[in-house]
């Protein structure tokens, strides 16, 4: 089974920063591409993602103002959010597709973490 831990989420005020932690633990051989997807009174959207191998994407509403990265050594990805804006309040989902023997390919999610700006 694998679980994905959240940190980082809190109140801020309008053009001020976060980071978001996510550590994957738990039984698999490896992590595949790993993400951060955020869900306000609409659908779930995705925020950000990362391969294995650092290619990173962005929502168009977050590009220069959010960087993803992750430490494969620790399993863990992270969300840096800086300028933030009122619009980017939202629970913060982690996702991770993990790989093990056994299983195969699964898609993982993390419990939510609660990020609200001020304006």
């Known amino acids: 089974q694998v679980q994905l831990v959240e940190s980082g989420g809190g109140l801020v005020q309008a053009g001020g920063s976060l980071r978001l932690s996510c550590a994957a633990r738990g039984k698999f051989f490896s992590i595949n591409d790993m993400g951060w997807y955020r869900q306000a009174p609409k659908q779930r959207e995705l925020v950000a993602a990362i391969?294995?191998?650092?290619?990173?994407t962005y929502a168009d509403s977050v590009k220069g103002r959010f960087t993803i990265s992750r430490d494969n050594a620790k399993n863990t990805v992270y969300l840096e959010m800086t300028s933030l804006k009122p619009d980017d309040t939202a629970v913060y989902y982690c996702?991770?597709?993990?790989?093990?023997?056994?299983?195969?390919?699964?898609?993982?999610w993390g419990q939510g973490t609660q990020v609200t700006v001020s304006s």
């Open positions: 996702n991770a597709e993990t790989w093990a023997v056994g299983v195969g390919t699964k898609n993982n």
């Open positions: 391969t294995r191998g650092g290619t990173t």
